[in-house]
């Protein structure tokens, strides 16, 4: 599945950012969608994922109460809100999905993930 991620940009430290995840002309995957980012210098981290088969959502604790999962099945898309942003969130950030359940203890693992999207740049300044 081909994934087109947008949404990213500039912003101040307290901002908000949403960032789009589309799939399109695909039925939305069955499996898991979720985001990872990636900081100069460092490795790509998990930040949140939502399970097709029971919604359940899954976060990293950096960014818990602060980012939302959220999908449209009808637009085949997937959002990431992303509230009151600290510098420490600026990254690249990527979609990714995998056509397949996983437990929830692997849910935060790239290697997981089968698709990606191009990655977006989030630049939270202080």
């Known amino acids: 599945v081909q994934l087109q991620a947008s949404g990213g940009g500039l912003v101040q430290a307290g901002g908000s950012l949403r960032l789009s995840c589309a799939a399109p002309?695909?039925?939305?995957?069955?499996?898991?969608m979720g985001w990872f980012r990636q900081a100069p210098g460092k490795e790509r981290e998990f930040v949140g994922a939502?399970?097709?088969?029971?919604?359940?959502?899954l976060y990293a604790n950096s960014v818990k109460g602060r980012f939302t999962i959220f999908r449209d099945n009808a637009a085949n898309t997937m959002y990431l809100e992303m509230n009151n942003l600290k510098p420490e969130d600026t990254a690249v950030y990527y979609c990714?999905?995998?056509?397949?359940?996983?437990?929830?203890?692997?849910?935060?693992?790239?290697?997981?993930?089968?698709?990606w999207g191009q990655g977006t740049q989030v630049t939270v300044s202080s």
């Open positions: 002309g695909r039925t939305f995957v069955n499996g898991v």
């Open positions: 990714a999905a995998r056509t397949g359940g996983l437990i929830v203890s692997a849910i935060g693992d790239v290697s997981q993930y089968n698709s």
């Open positions: 939502i399970r097709r088969s029971d919604n359940k959502k």
